[in-house]
């Protein structure tokens, strides 16, 4: 279990910058509440004397590593950190004021879901907090979620699963049901940060330590781009100095040449610094592709990088959520296409490889900011165009870009396994193919001051 912080050390925890906003509602319902729960006035009155706080959320202007935001902190002990109607004006506060001043939303989250003694009156809130949300969201600002100890119930699925942003503190509790309602043979390693996190619902599990680092990084680089459509992401360099394939089966054999730089190495080289995110919020992760946000020369550009095996649905999906994101805030994409194509096994079209594949080329296609490829591997079919810009992809000379495997290619017209080389040649797949045919707009190679050594041809 992580430690549990009060509404102020999880402030004091990221930022000593905090303004507080007076509400500008009453401190509470009068009486017993909406519900005339008998005891329920002396219950706050308790709370507020044991926290020092009037309602279970404080919400204020903030600056994190000097990028300023609105801030919200949740009160675990007064109540529990529970959702009722004064938290919810409280927090559509919060909201509007983030929209009004077009800043992002930091929500510090610990709360057990809503209010029993408000009845539905606490749980109409969850309704209130997801249009706050959805009119942050239309005017542009990012919302960042940080998920403490206990994240449950509505606070979770509204504040926290909505964010654009998911980090939580090690060992939080983390789920939809809280301790007391889950069922007793559920797996508790599922309702932690932890198992969250594999299960591809949040980005990343943060030390405390770590907080007023990572949470300026992320507003650093969340913040909404100007009104003019931003210029493209640069085209990275070639990491290798080799020579053009000879031969369509040159191309596929220097591709998947183990000695070729990964998507790994081309984005530690492009970028001055990477902030991963994980998950396709569906329950799924792909290690085989990399996706988030980077900074390179002072700007912020989104990246979505394949890592050279067959990307699942987790992958497309993810890919697509990342994709979007930059587009609402105005910040270009890169993406690095490198797969022998998309996963083809029975678990990925249970997982629905299909309508996952259709988003993300809904994604690139939707895209109202540039979208940057470059193809640094093998390009295999639909799974790998799906990532790829129609307008502006580029191709290294070790890849290849290909309707289909020339394997498979060779299989689905009846040839031998003799006629795969002849097949590669006939699909024109080579990296100055494509140039030629249009797909590709230029060969990249390294720079003139590099010297990444270069694997013959053969």
């Known amino acids: 279990m992580s430690e549990r912080l009060t509404a102020r050390a999880a402030i004091a925890a990221v930022t000593t910058e905090f303004e507080e906003l007076t509400p500008s509602v009453a401190p509470g319902p009068a009486g017993d509440g909406p519900l005339s729960w008998a005891g329920?006035?002396?219950?706050?009155?308790?709370?507020?004397?044991?926290?020092?706080?009037?309602?279970?959320?404080?919400?204020?202007?903030?600056?994190?590593?000097?990028?300023?935001?609105?801030?919200?902190?949740?009160?675990?002990?007064?109540?529990?950190?529970s959702l009722g109607r004064c938290t919810g004006d409280r927090l559509e506060a919060a909201y509007e004021a983030a929209r009004t001043s077009g800043l992002p939303l930091v929500s510090l989250i610990a709360t057990g879901g809503s209010r029993m003694q408000e009845g539905m009156v606490a749980l109409t809130q969850l309704q209130r907090v997801a249009r706050a949300s959805a009119r942050l969201r239309a005017a542009g600002p990012a919302q960042l979620a940080v998920l403490r100890d206990p994240t449950t119930g509505g606070g979770w699925a509204t504040l926290g699963a909505g964010a654009d942003v998911i980090l939580a503190l090690p060992g939080a509790q983390v789920g939809f049901a809280g301790s007391r309602v889950r069922p007793v043979d559920a797996d508790p390693q599922a309702?932690?940060?932890?198992?969250?996190?594999?299960?591809?619902?949040?980005?990343?599990?943060?030390?405390?330590?770590?907080?007023?680092?990572t949470v300026a990084g992320w507003l650093r680089a969340l913040q909404a781009g100007g009104s003019r459509p931003p210029e493209p992401a640069p085209v990275p360099d070639a990491l290798r100095a080799t020579d053009l394939p000879v031969t369509g089966w040159d191309?596929?054999?220097?591709?998947?040449?183990?000695?070729?730089?990964r998507a790994e190495a081309y984005l530690d080289a492009y970028f001055d610094q990477l902030l991963?995110?994980?998950?396709?919020?569906?329950?799924?992760?792909?290690?085989?592709?990399?996706?988030?946000?980077?900074r390179r020369d002072g700007r912020t550009i989104a990246y979505v990088a394949q890592c050279g095996t067959a990307t699942r649905p987790a992958g497309y999906r993810t890919a697509a959520?990342?994709?979007?994101?930059?587009?609402?805030?105005?910040?270009?994409?890169?993406?690095?296409?490198?797969?022998?194509?998309?996963?083809?096994?029975?678990e990925a079209e249970r997982a629905g490889a299909g309508a996952a594949i259709a988003d993300a080329f809904a994604?690139?296609?939707?895209?109202?900011?540039?979208?940057?490829?470059?193809?640094?591997?093998?390009?295999?079919?639909?799974?790998?165009?799906?990532?790829?810009?129609?307008?502006?992809?580029?191709?290294?000379?070790?890849?290849?870009?290909?309707?289909?495997?020339?394997?498979?290619?060779?299989?689905?017209?009846?040839?031998?396994?003799?006629?795969?080389?002849?097949t590669a040649d006939q699909l024109r797949l080579r990296p100055q193919?494509?140039?030629?045919?249009?797909?590709?707009?230029?060969?990249?190679?390294?720079?003139?001051?590099?010297?990444?050594?270069?694997?013959?041809?053969?």
Do not use: M
Not at 281 to 292: A, E, S, V
Not at 433 to 458: C, H, I, N, T
């Open 40 to 81: 329920y006035a002396d219950s706050r009155a308790r709370a507020a004397a044991r926290t020092g706080e009037a309602e279970s959320v404080v919400h204020g202007l903030a600056s994190v590593g000097g990028i300023r935001c609105v801030l919200v902190s949740f009160e675990f002990g007064f109540l529990g950190g």
């Open 191 to 213: 309702y932690t940060a932890e198992g969250q996190l594999a299960a591809g619902q949040i980005d990343a599990v943060v030390p405390r330590a770590e907080l007023p680092r």
């Open 251 to 261: 191309a596929v054999r220097q591709a998947r040449s183990p000695s070729r730089p």
């Open 276 to 294: 991963p995110l994980s998950g396709d919020r569906c329950g799924g992760t792909d290690p085989g592709l990399r996706c988030g946000f980077g």
């Open 321 to 346: 959520r990342v994709i979007r994101l930059a587009d609402r805030l105005g910040v270009p994409v890169l993406t690095l296409v490198d797969t022998p194509g998309a996963a083809n096994d029975a």
């Open 363 to 422: 994604a690139i296609a939707g895209a109202g900011v540039p979208v940057t490829t470059l193809v640094i591997g093998e390009g295999g079919s639909g799974g790998a165009l799906a990532l790829a810009s129609p307008e502006n992809t580029h191709v290294t000379r070790d890849s290849y870009f290909s309707v289909i495997a020339p394997e498979l290619a060779a299989a689905i017209l009846k040839r031998g396994p003799d006629e795969v080389r002849a």
């Open 433 to 458: 193919d494509l140039v030629e045919l249009g797909v590709a707009r230029s060969v990249v190679g390294p720079r003139p001051s590099q010297d990444w050594g270069s694997e013959p041809v053969g």
